[in-house]
C-alpha cells in the first residue's frame, strides 16, 4: 500500500473512527461526505465498540501474492455491538473453527509489510473472542 | 507524588514446549526444563510485533487509567529490542493508534532487557518535573534467539505499558535508583539478525552482579529491608536467575511469585519484568510495598519501589488480567509453525 494512502486512512485503521450523522444519527465507517440515509452532509465522530460478533465469512486458500505466507485465512464481516458492520481479517483463529455467530474482538495487527524494505501497514483484524 | 494511573499488559496466544525445541536440534529436553526452569514460551503470530504488542497493552493501561483522555499524554518511550524498524520510532505508530499525537514527545529506547523499564524511569521523571502531565512507558520485544542456541528456549513476546501521572495514583513510585557498568554479557552488532552473548559470564558479573547491586541500592536508600515488601519483582531471563537472586537477598518464594512468569512465559526482554509488575499489581492490596529490579544486559538495572494505592480495587478489573492472557486460551505450535511465524525460513522474494 502506498504511504500515503495509508496515512490518509489511519482514523479509521488505527483508531476506528466512523462518523454519525448530525441530522438521523446514522453511523458510517469509514466516514464519508453524504449521509447514505437522510444525505444530511455534517458528521460528528464516534469511536467503533472492539467487540461483536461474525455474521459472514469466506476462507482465502489461494492469496494474493503479498498474503500468501498467511494462507489459509478467513476474511470475516462482524457486526460489532452498536450494529455497524465492518470487513477484517479473522486472525488468531484456525480456518475450520470459525464459526458465524461466533464472539470476536478487534485487536491491533501488522497488515501488510511491502516486502523487505517497504512501509509497514497496520489496522484491524478480528480474532476470537474469549474474555 | 507521582507513580502508575494506569497499567496493561498483552501477551500472544500461540506457545511452544521445551520438546518440541529438543526435538529438532536433539538437545536433551529435561535438562533445558530444568536448567532454564521453564517449560513453554510465548511465540507471536506473523502479524505480531512490537508495535502491535505495545497498542493492545497501552489500551489496556488507559482502560485501567479511567478519565485520562489520550491526547494529555504528553511522552510515550517505547524500550525494545526488537523495534520493527531501524529508523522511525515504534511510539510514533503507538501513539497515533490511541489518538495521543500531535502534542507528544516520542522516543524509542533500546538496552538489552531493561529498555522497558528505562521507559518507566524517565516517564516518572518527566512527570514529576511537571514537563508532561502523563506519560506513557511501554516495555515490548518479540525476542529472538539462534536457532539451536540456548536462547532459543526462553526469548518470547510480550509487551506491558504504564501510564505515569501525579493524580488518581493506583501505585505510587516512592523512589528509584539506577545501577550500570560497561558488562559484555549480551549484545547484538548492526545488520546482524541474532544476538551473541558471553555464555557463563551472563550469570556472575553480569545478571547477579547488576541486580543485588541495584536492589540493595534501592533498599538503602528509601531505608527498607525485603521483608518490608509484600512482593518483589526481578527480571526474568530464565525461571531460575530471579528465584535464586531472591534467596541471594534475603526475600522468600511467596515474594517473587506472582511476578514470576518465566517459566510459563519466557522471557520477554524488554517486558520482563514490567510485565510481572502488571501481574503483581493484578493481586495486591492498597498499602501493599513492591520492590521491582530490571536487568539489561550490557549491564545494568533500574530500580523502583512502588506503594500500591486503594485505588487498585476499583482498576484491577477494568482490563483482562495477565495471568489469564498468560494461562487461558493459548494455542501450542510445533517448530515448523514457529520457524513459518518467526521468519526464520529463507524464501526466494
Ligand atoms: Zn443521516
Same mark, same amino acid.
Given at each position: 500500500m502506498f504511504p500515503a494512502r495509508a496515512h490518509r486512512e489511519y482514523p479509521h485503521r488505527y483508531r476506528l473512527e466512523a462518523g454519525q450523522c448530525k441530522?438521523? =444519527?446514522?453511523?458510517?465507517? !469509514? *466516514? *464519508?461526505?453524504?449521509? !447514505? $440515509?437522510? =444525505?444530511? *452532509?455534517e458528521f460528528g465522530k464516534v469511536i467503533? !465498540?472492539?467487540?461483536?460478533?461474525? $455474521?459472514?465469512?469466506s476462507v482465502i486458500r489461494v492469496a494474493p501474492s503479498q498474503f500468501t505466507d498467511e494462507a489459509p485465512y478467513a476474511i470475516?464481516?462482524?457486526?460489532l455491538t452498536n450494529g455497524v458492520k465492518l470487513m477484517a481479517q479473522v486472525a488468531d483463529c484456525d480456518v475450520?473453527?470459525?464459526k458465524v455467530g461466533m464472539d470476536i474482538r478487534i485487536e491491533f495487527r501488522r497488515i501488510q509489510t511491502d516486502g523487505h524494505h517497504g512501509v509497514l501497514s497496520y489496522g484491524y483484524k478480528f480474532v476470537p473472542k474469549w474474555y | 507524588m507521582v507513580g502508575i494511573v494506569g497499567y496493561g499488559a498483552h501477551i500472544p496466544r500461540h506457545r511452544i514446549k521445551v520438546e518440541e525445541i529438543a526435538k529438532v536440534w536433539g538437545a536433551d529436553a529435561p535438562s533445558?526444563?530444568?536448567? &532454564?526452569?521453564?517449560?513453554?514460551?510465548?511465540?507471536?503470530?506473523?502479524?505480531?510485533?512490537? /508495535?502491535?504488542l505495545s497498542v493492545t497493552a497501552a489500551r489496556n493501561? &488507559? &482502560?485501567?487509567a479511567g478519565k485520562v483522555n489520550p491526547v494529555e499524554i504528553g511522552a510515550i518511550y517505547i524500550g525494545s529490542e526488537s523495534h520493527p524498524y531501524a529508523v522511525k520510532p515504534s511510539g510514533t505508530v503507538v501513539a497515533e493508534a490511541i489518538g495521543a499525537t500531535p502534542e507528544i514527545h516520542c522516543a524509542d529506547f533500546e538496552f538489552a532487557c531493561k529498555a522497558g523499564s528505562e521507559a518507566m524511569f524517565v516517564c516518572l521523571g518527566l512527570v514529576k518535573s511537571g514537563y508532561v502531565k502523563y506519560a506513557l512507558a511501554i516495555g515490548a520485544d518479540t525476542s529472538q534467539g539462534a536457532p539451536g542456541d540456548a536462547l532459543e528456549y526462553s526469548a518470547s513476546a510480550g509487551a #506491558? #505499558?504504564? /501510564?505515569?501521572g501525579s493524580d488518581n495514583l493506583l501505585a505510587e513510585a516512592v523512589d528509584t535508583y539506577a545501577y550500570m557498568t560497561d558488562t559484555p554479557d549480551f549484545w547484538r552488532r548492526e545488520y546482524q539478525f541474532y544476538p551473541q552473548h558471553g555464555g557463563r559470564f551472563t550469570g556472575e558479573p553480569a545478571y547477579f552482579k547488576h541486580v543485588t547491586g541495584c536492589a540493595e541500592g534501592m533498599m538503602k536508600k528509601v531505608g527498607m529491608k525485603p521483608s518490608d515488601f509484600n512482593y518483589v519483582v526481578f527480571h526474568q531471563p530464565n525461571g531460575k536467575f530471579p528465584m535464586r537472586v531472591g534467596k541471594m537477598l534475603g526475600f522468600k518464594k511467596e515474594q517473587i511469585e506472582p511476578g514470576w512468569l518465566t517459566p510459563r512465559l519466557g522471557n520477554t526482554y524488554s517486558g520482563s519484568s514490567p510485565i510481572g509488575l502488571t501481574a503483581t499489581l493484578d493481586i495486591a492490596k492498597p498499602g501493599d510495598m513492591i520492590l521491582m529490579v530490571s536487568y539489561g544486559s550490557g549491564a545494568g538495572s533500574d530500580g523502583f519501589v512502588w506503594k500500591v494505592?486503594?485505588?487498585i480495587n476499583e482498576v484491577r478489573d477494568k482490563a483482562v488480567r495477565t495471568t489469564k492472557l498468560l494461562d487461558e486460551n493459548i494455542t501450542f505450535v510445533d517448530y515448523g509453525t514457529y520457524a513459518k511465524f518467526r521468519h526464520k525460513i529463507r524464501k526466494n522474494d
Open positions: 441530522k438521523c =444519527g446514522k453511523v458510517v465507517f !469509514p *466516514r *464519508r461526505l453524504i449521509c !447514505p $440515509v437522510c =444525505g444530511h *452532509r467503533l !465498540p472492539d467487540t461483536g460478533k461474525l $455474521v459472514s465469512y470475516g464481516i462482524a457486526e475450520d473453527n470459525i | 533445558y526444563k530444568k536448567g &532454564l526452569m521453564l517449560t513453554q514460551k510465548s511465540v507471536p503470530s506473523p502479524d505480531t510485533d512490537t /508495535i502491535t493501561a &488507559l &482502560l485501567r #506491558a #505499558a504504564f /501510564i505515569m494505592t486503594d485505588r
